[in-house]
C-alpha cells in the first residue's frame, strides 16, 4: 500500500517570502501521479498542481511549483511571492496510475502567512 | 457551474440514529468517492464508484454504506451512527480522459455524533 508522509506539522512565513513544504511517499508503482491540495479555512478542496511522474519537467502553476525527485520519492512544493491569502492547510496526494483514480493523502501541514 | 454539490452542510445526530449524506456532481464524470477528515489524519477513503453502477471500499469502510444511484448522485448511509463517526465528510468526483485526473471536492459536511 502506499504511504504519504508529510513531516511538517505546521510551518509560518512573512508575506512576500518563500516557503517550501515538504511531501515523501512510499511506493513500489513507477507510474502514478501526485498532487497539492489546498484546505483554507473555508474548508473547500482546491487543486493546486499536479505531476505525473513518468514527466522529468517540475509542474509550476503560478506562484506555485514543485520539486519532485522520483528515486527520492520527494515532491516538495514551494511558493513564491507568499500571500495571506495563501494562509491553508495544504495536502500531498499520490494517485497510482488504475482504474478508479483513488487518492492516498498525507496528514497535512497547516502554512500561516503572516504579514 | 455547481461542480460537486453535499447535503447537507451540518448536522448533529444521537448515538444509534441512521442518516444519508448526499452528494451530486455535474461534471459527467465517471467515478465518485467518499472521504472523512479528522484531525492529524488528512483524508481516508471511505468508498468509492468507479463507475456507474459499481462501489467498492476504501481504507475506513466500517459502520458506513454507498449507493451510487445514477452517474450524478452517490451516497453515504450511516445505519447506527457511533461517536467515532464524527467527523468532516468530503464527497469527490473525477473524470475525463486519461488516467491521472484530478479529483473535485463538495465543501463537505461536518457531522457531530453525540
Known amino acids: 500500500a502506499q504511504t504519504v508522509t508529510q513531516s511538517q506539522p505546521e510551518m509560518s512565513v512573512q508575506e512576500a517570502e518563500t516557503v517550501t513544504l515538504s511531501c515523501t511517499y512510499d511506493t513500489s508503482e513507477n507510474n502514478y501521479y501526485l498532487f497539492w491540495y489546498k484546505q483554507p479555512p473555508s474548508r473547500q478542496m482546491i487543486l493546486v498542481i499536479r505531476?505525473?511522474?513518468?514527466?522529468?519537467q517540475n509542474a509550476t502553476e503560478n506562484r506555485f511549483s514543485v520539486n519532485f525527485q522520483k528515486a527520492a520519492k520527494s515532491f516538495s512544493l514551494k511558493i513564491s511571492d507568499s500571500q495571506l491569502g495563501d494562509t491553508a492547510m495544504y495536502f500531498c496526494a499520490f494517485m497510482k496510475h488504475a482504474p478508479g483514480n483513488k487518492l492516498v493523502f498525507g496528514a497535512g501541514t497547516i502554512l500561516r502567512v503572516k504579514s | 457551474n455547481a461542480g460537486v454539490t453535499q447535503t447537507p452542510k451540518f448536522q448533529v445526530l444521537k448515538t444509534g440514529q441512521s442518516m444519508t449524506l448526499q452528494c451530486a456532481q455535474d461534471m459527467n464524470h465517471n467515478s465518485m468517492y467518499w472521504y472523512r477528515q479528522d484531525p492529524g489524519m488528512g483524508l481516508r477513503l471511505i468508498y468509492y464508484?468507479?463507475?456507474?453502477?459499481?462501489?467498492d471500499k476504501g481504507e475506513v469502510p466500517n459502520g458506513y454504506n454507498v449507493s451510487r444511484l445514477n452517474k450524478r448522485e452517490f451516497s453515504l448511509r450511516l445505519e447506527s451512527a457511533a461517536p467515532s463517526q464524527t467527523s468532516v465528510y468530503f464527497c469527490?468526483?473525477?473524470?475525463?480522459?486519461?488516467?491521472?485526473?484530478?479529483?473535485?471536492f463538495g465543501d463537505g459536511t461536518r457531522l457531530s455524533i453525540l
Open positions: 505531476q505525473e511522474a513518468y514527466k522529468q
Open positions: 464508484s468507479a463507475s456507474e453502477g459499481t462501489t
Open positions: 469527490a468526483s473525477s473524470g475525463g480522459q486519461g488516467a491521472g485526473q484530478p479529483q473535485h
